[in-house]
Nanobody
Framework: QVQLVESGGGSVQAGGSLRLSCTAS????????IGWFRQAPGKEREGVAR????????YRADSVKGRFTISQDNAKKSVFLQMNSLKPEDTAMYYC????????????????WGQGTQVTVSS
């Protein structure tokens, strides 16, 4: 079992920045993949960014490339999502998730989920 707790959400104007944190119940480096997902009202959940915790390799959705950065700090058992140049369409509940199974698609097989943190971007 991996427990995840997100923090850092809030309200910001378009063009602003937020930094989300995801703190795990164990050191991140041995978990596998940790990802950030988001879900806006009336829309399906979508993957935003993912990090392979052993090597630090990252993957980001096209919609956030150049604006969002995922990183980790194993000593703090945390993964971060730095979000810059925020747009109103980034408004959503953001979730942190983890998976140990390395097989499968980029956004598949995430078994452990946090409770989410709300991000609201106003125009």
């Amino acid at each position: 079992q991996v427990q995840l707790v997100e923090s850092g959400g809030g309200s910001v104007q378009a063009g602003g920045s937020l930094r989300l944190s995801c703190t795990a119940s164990e050191g991140t480096i041995n978990i596998g993949y940790i990802g950030w997902f988001r879900q806006a009202p009336g829309k399906e959940r979508e993957g935003v960014a993912r990090i392979y915790t052993l090597t630090g390799a990252t993957y980001r959705a096209d919609s956030v490339k150049g604006r969002f950065t995922i990183s980790q700090d194993n000593a703090k058992k945390s993964v971060f999502l730095q979000m810059n140049s925020l747009k109103p369409e980034d408004t959503a509940m953001y979730y942190c998730a983890a998976r140990r199974n390395l097989a499968g698609g980029v956004w598949d097989n995430f078994d452990y989920w946090g409770q989410g943190t709300q991000v609201t971007v106003s125009s």
